[in-house]
C-alpha cells in the first residue's frame, strides 16, 4: 500500500514541483507513494469561479470560502477515506519529526493549501482540520508548506532513502542535533579533519559523536534536552 496524498491548491501546477526530483521524484515513479493535486477554483459554483470573498467584520484581505472548499474536500476525502485532513496554516500545531513519522505510517494524507488571509474557521471545524504549521513565520500561501511536510513524509516511506541507518541517526530523530561532519580532503584551508574519526576506534569516534551532539544542542537548541535525556550525563 502507498502513501497517497491529495492536494487541494489554487496552483496546482506547483506540484510535484521540487518532489518530481531526486529521492522523492523517483519514489513518485516507482509509486512509493503519489501525488493528487486537485484545484479548489474547480468546485466553485459562480460563472466568475470565485473562490474567496470579504472577510466578516471587515479588515484587510480575503478569506476563502467554506462551501467551495467542503466541496473540494468532499470531492478529495469522501466518508471512508481514513486519510488525515490537514490544513497548513501558521496557527497550525509546529511540524515535528514524530507527526512526520506518524503520517509516513499512515495511508497518505489530504492537505489542503490556504491563501490569501487564510480559510473560513467554520470549514475547519465540520471538516475536521488538523491546522500544522511548518513554523513561526508567514508565507504567501500554504503550497511550499505542503511541499515541505510532503518531502518530510515521503525520504522516511519504505525504500525511498538507500540507506535506513541515515534516516535514525539524524538530527531529532534521538532528540539531538547531530554531531558535525567530515570527509576528505584530510586537511582544508589549514584544518585538519579531528584526530578521532582517523583512529578507527569505533567506540571513541561513538562517543565522540555523542558529545558533540550533545554540546551542539546545549548550544543551540537547549529546548530539546529534557533533564532526564538519556544521553545527557
Ligand atoms: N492571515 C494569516 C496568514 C495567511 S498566509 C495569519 O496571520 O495567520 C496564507 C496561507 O499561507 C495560510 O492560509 C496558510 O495556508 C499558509 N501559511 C502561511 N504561513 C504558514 C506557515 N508558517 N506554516 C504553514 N502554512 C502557512
Known amino acids: 500500500m502507498s502513501f497517497a496524498a491529495s492536494v487541494l491548491t489554487l496552483y496546482p501546477e506547483m506540484f510535484p514541483g521540487a518532489l518530481g526530483l531526486s529521492l522523492a521524484g523517483r519514489a513518485l515513479e516507482a509509486g ?6 486537485i484545484q479548489i477554483r474547480d468546485f466553485a459554483t459562480d460563472r466568475h469561479r470565485t473562490v474567496d470573498d ?3 467584520g471587515g479588515g484587510a484581505g480575503m478569506v476563502m470560502r467554506a462551501d467551495v472548499l467542503a466541496k473540494a474536500i468532499d470531492h478529495a476525502s469522501p466518508p471512508g477515506d481514513e486519510r ?5 496554516s501558521p ?3 509546529p511540524l515535528t519529526q514524530a507527526r ?8 497518505g494524507a489530504v492537505i489542503l493549501c490556504g491563501r490569501f488571509e487564510g480559510v473560513d474557521q467554520r470549514l475547519i471545524e465540520t471538516r475536521g482540520l488538523e491546522e500544522i504549521s511548518i513554523g513561526d513565520f508567514i508565507l504567501s500561501g500554504g503550497e511550499p508548506a505542503a511541499l515541505v511536510l510532503l518531502d518530510a513524509v515521503v ?4 525504500g525511498v532513502m538507500g540507506n ?4 535514525e541517526e539524524e538530527s531529532f530523530e534521538n532528540g539531538l542535533l547531530e554531531h558535525p561532519h567530515y570527509t576528505r580532503p584530510q586537511e582544508f584551508e589549514g584544518r585538519p579533519i579531528p584526530d578521532v574519526l582517523i583512529s578507527g576506534n569505533h567506540k571513541k569516534i561513538a562517543e565522540w559523536r555523542r558529545a558533540e551532539a550533545v554540546k551542539l544542542t546545549r548550544e543551540r537548541r537547549p529546548d530539546l534536552l529534557a533533564p532526564d535525556h538519556p544521553l545527557v550525563k
Do not use: C, I
Open 100 to 107: 512526520v513519522r506518524e503520517l509516513a505510517a499512515g495511508p
Open 84 to 88: 488525515p485532513r490537514l490544513l497548513m
Open 155 to 158: 525520504r522516511l516511506l519504505p
Open 32 to 37: 512509493t507513494w503519489s501525488l493528487e493535486a
Open 164 to 167: 535506513a541507518v541515515s534516516g
Open 91 to 93: 496557527r497550525g500545531k
Open 54 to 56: 470579504t472577510p466578516a
